[in-house]
């Protein structure tokens, strides 16, 4: 009889076949729209050439590129993050996962890449510090998921995150940084609706302190959301977007998910 169920077990396992065989990624994007599988050839900077000629963006990922990042990014975090995507995706069959908006002005895919053991190459790259979230109005679905990675490798001083050069920055101080894409923090002090769009202001001085401007488009998303952007006065935040590279430092949002209120 031990014979007999020590034969049942043993079967049992080669049916059902090795752990690692069994064993499912630990997170995925969410569904999104499959755009097939194909095999990536090289890595050119922050994109993917595939064996057929097209370039693939990992859509929501800043990635830092050698010779057109700002001063303050040390050529070495470029280097690692080029080498960390080279080391994920040359030569490695992939799945291309598409939200609502499929490619870019220029003809460039805009898909969550999916290597073909499971892998989410951004999440990956965001988990072990070698991005930053910069998500789209019309590509949302899988940010909360992306942002989340990205909190654990901040809070763990992980890759671009042990350089002061892209710590959150004081909003106190977004005047020194026009015209490039940044994460601040800080308390709104005072808001107003404008006809059609809401202005959230981190100071009185309307020259130096950042403002948050949440135009039509952006507020049809906090709308659907339930968000009242109004809400966020006398909180305190961490938002993420691109300052106008003139005039007053202010950041136009595009969607909800470019603000975060801050519980500490």
């Known amino acids: 009889m031990r014979i007999f169920l020590l034969l049942i077990c043993v079967l049992a396992l080669c049916l059902s076949g090795p752990a690692s065989a069994r064993r499912k990624p630990a ?41 057109a990042g700002p001063a303050w990014v040390p050529p070495r975090f470029a280097e690692a993050a080029q080498a960390a995507l080279r080391d994920l ?5 992939v799945e291309l996962r598409f939200d609502r908006n499929p490619a870019d002005r220029y003809g460039r895919l805009l898909a969550h890449v999916v290597r073909d053991d499971g892998l989410w190459l951004q999440q990956d790259l965001l988990r072990r510090g070698f991005a930053r979230v910069h998500g789209m109005s019309d590509n949302r679905a ?15 001083h992980k890759g671009i995150w042990a350089k002061s050069g892209y710590a959150p920055r004081r909003a106190e101080t977004a005047s020194s940084y026009l015209g490039s894409f940044q994460i601040f ?10 006809q059609s769009q809401v202005f959230l ?26 968000r009242d ?8 935040l961490r938002v993420r977007g691109w300052l106008r590279p003139r005039g007053r430092p202010l950041i136009d949002i595009a969607h909800p998910d470019e603000i975060e209120i801050l519980t500490r």
């Open 27 to 67: 997170s995925q994007p969410p569904e999104l729209l499959s755009g097939g599988s194909a095999l990536v050839a090289r890595v050119a900077g922050d994109r993917l050439v595939l064996d057929d000629g097209r370039e693939v963006r990992l859509v929501g990922l800043d990635l830092p590129v050698l010779g």
């Open 89 to 93: 995706a040359e030569g490695r069959r």
């Open 142 to 156: 899988a940010l909360p998921a992306m942002l989340a990675a990205e909190a654990r490798a901040r809070a763990s």
């Open 185 to 194: 923090e800080g308390k709104i002090v005072d808001g107003a609706r404008v």
């Open 201 to 226: 202001n981190f100071g009185a001085d309307r020259d130096r302190d950042l403002t948050l401007r949440i135009g039509g488009p952006a507020l049809v998303l906090f709308r659907s959301e339930g």
């Open 229 to 236: 952007p109004l809400a966020y006065v006398g909180r305190p």
